[in-house]
T-cell receptor
Framework: AQRVTQPEKLLSVFKGAPVELKCNYS??????LFWYVQYSRQRLQLLLR??SRESIKGFTADLNKGETSFHLKKPFAQEEDSAMYYC?????????????FGKGTLLTVNP | ETGVTQSPTHLIKTRGQQVTLRCSSQ?????VSWYQQALGQGPQFIFQ???????GRGNFPPRFSGLQFPNYSSELNVNALELDDSALYLC????????????FGEGSRLTVL
């Protein structure tokens, strides 16, 4: 069965420090992974997807199939990065798919 | 462009009652999915509707049902409410030629007493 694991419920760093939010997945098919973010008093929104291989707000994430991981990284954290981060695995395609989410990691960036 | 809107934002029910939650999808989106988010958990997939047909369902009992209307808005119905149904219910919409990006509403928080 497919599963997404985010081992850290809470992560606290200081401004300017590197940050890494961990995500591991279990899936027998070809994985498609996403990071969603929820800032305080805002709705859940897409941060980045592995297919795009893009950097959004300084964040990057590389899919490592050997380690079944999709960790989110940023070299220099900012206070505005404080939010709840969810890793998600897409199952299915076209118009018939679902996302399996991890339990989330609450990132706090201290001044 | 109007985003996903959900109603009501909060509601309280008692065990055994029935509830209907509503969702208006983002303009131009024809796929709606519903997720349940219990406290301290990530969103969990309930089901998805595409062009008024259910085309995917998660591990939820039949007392969770839904509808999608011709204007692509949607309803989630839950019968015979149980205490464990207390959660935030999220609606998300997307296009059929999708990138996997879901656009979420702010959710309906259901409390079952």
């Amino acid at each position: 069965a497919q599963r997404v694991t985010q081992p850290e419920k809470l992560l606290s760093v200081f401004k300017g420090a590197p940050v890494e939010l961990k995500c591991n997945y279990s899936y027998s098919g070809s994985p498609e992974l996403f990071w969603y973010v929820q800032y305080s008093r805002q709705r859940l929104q897409l941060l980045l997807r592995h297919i795009s291989r893009e950097s959004i707000k300084g964040f990057t994430a590389d899919l490592n199939k050997g380690e079944t991981s999709f960790h989110l990284k940023k070299p220099f954290a900012q206070e505005e990065d404080s939010a709840m981060y969810y890793c998600a695995l897409r199952i299915g395609g076209g118009s018939n798919y679902k996302l399996t989410f991890g339990k989330g990691t609450l990132l706090t960036v201290n001044p | 462009e109007t985003g996903v809107t959900q109603s009501p934002t909060h509601l309280i029910k008692t065990r055994g009652q029935q509830v209907t939650l509503r969702c208006s999808s983002q303009s131009g989106h024809n796929t709606v999915s519903w997720y349940q988010q219990a406290l301290g958990q990530g969103p969990q997939f309930i089901f998805q509707y595409y062009r008024e047909e259910e085309n995917g369902r998660g591990n939820f009992p039949p007392r969770f049902s839904g509808l999608q209307f011709p204007n692509y808005s949607s309803e989630l119905n839950v019968n015979a409410l149980e205490l464990d149904d207390s959660a935030l219910y999220l609606c998300a919409s997307s296009r059929d030629s999708n990138t996997g990006e879901l656009f979420f509403g702010e959710g309906s928080r259901l409390t079952v007493l």
